[in-house]
T-cell receptor
Framework: KNEVEQSPQNLTAQEGEFITINCSYS?????LHWLQQHPGGGIVSLFM???GKKKHGRLIATINIQEKHSSLHITASHPRDSAVYIC????????FGTGTRLQVFP | GAVVSQHPSRVICKSGTSVKIECRSL??????MFWYRQFPKQSLMLMAT?????????EQGVEKDKFLINHASLTLSTLTVTSAHPEDSSFYIC??????????FGDGTRLSIL
C-alpha cells in the first residue's frame, strides 16, 4: 500500500463543474503539497499547507491532520485546468501520490 | 514567485554518452536541491538530495557513480547521467528550496537515449 493515496486516478468533467480530488496518507507529516503537472511535464506548486484551509482563486485546499486527509477543490472548472494533480506529503522527505489526471471538456 | 530553471528541456543522445542537466534557482539562494525521476504515468521518485557544498545523499537503489550530482553554489546544481543507456530514458525534474520553505520545481528534462 502506498503511503500517499489519491482518488480518483482519472477524472473527467464538463466546464463549470465543481471538482474534488482527495488525498489520504499514512505517515506523520509536517506539511502537504498540492502540485499541478501539465502535459509538458513542468510542475507548479499550488499549495503547501499544514492545517486548515487555503484558497487561491478558484482553487481551495483543505487538510485534516487528525484524519490524515486532504482535499483539493476546483470551482467553476475550465479546460485549462486539465492537468495531473499530485499530492505530496513532507515526512522525512517528500512522498508523492500517484496523481489524478483531470480532463475538463468545454 | 520563486523560479527554478532547468536546462535542457529535452535531450536525445546515443547510448554511452554522458548528459548533464542543470538546475538553477533564479531569484533565491537554494540551500537544498532535489533530483527526481519520473517514468510515464508514474509518480515522481526522489533520486537524491544535495546541499550546497556537500556531497549529495542518494536514495536507495540510485547509483551514485551513474548519476553524478554537483551542487557547487547556492543557485546551481547539476545532474550528470554517465554512460547513458536506453533504460536511463526518463523525465528528470529538479526542485530547490531554502530552509523550510516550499520546494520550487523546474520544468523538467526529457531524456531519450537511443
Amino acid at each position: 500500500k502506498n503511503e500517499v493515496e489519491q482518488s480518483p486516478q482519472n477524472l473527467t468533467a464538463q466546464e463549470g463543474e465543481f471538482i474534488t480530488i482527495n488525498c489520504s496518507y499514512s505517515v506523520g507529516i509536517s506539511a502537504l503539497h498540492w502540485l499541478q503537472q501539465h502535459p509538458g511535464g513542468g510542475i507548479v506548486s499550488l499549495f503547501m499547507l499544514s492545517s486548515g484551509k487555503k484558497k487561491h482563486g478558484r482553487l481551495i485546499a483543505t487538510i485534516n491532520i487528525q484524519e490524515k486527509h486532504s482535499s483539493l477543490h476546483i470551482t467553476a472548472s475550465h479546460p485549462r485546468d486539465s492537468a495531473v494533480y499530485i499530492c505530496a506529503v513532507i515526512a522525512d522527505k517528500l512522498i508523492f501520490g500517484t496523481g489524478t489526471r483531470l480532463q475538463v471538456f468545454p | 514567485g520563486a523560479v527554478v530553471s532547468q536546462h535542457p528541456s529535452r535531450v536525445i543522445c546515443k547510448s554511452g554518452t554522458s548528459v548533464k542537466i542543470e538546475c538553477r534557482s533564479l531569484d533565491f539562494q537554494a540551500t537544498t536541491m532535489f533530483w527526481y525521476r519520473q517514468f510515464p504515468k508514474q509518480s515522481l521518485m526522489l533520486m537524491a538530495t544535495s546541499n550546497e557544498g556537500s556531497k549529495a545523499t542518494y536514495e536507495q537503489g540510485v547509483e551514485k557513480d551513474k548519476f553524478l550530482i554537483n551542487h557547487a553554489s547556492l543557485t546551481l546544481s547539476t545532474l550528470t547521467v554517465t554512460s547513458a543507456h536506453p533504460e536511463d530514458s526518463s523525465f528528470y525534474i529538479c526542485s530547490a528550496s531554502r530552509g523550510a520553505q516550499p520546494q520550487h520545481f523546474g520544468d523538467g528534462t526529457r531524456l531519450s537515449i537511443l
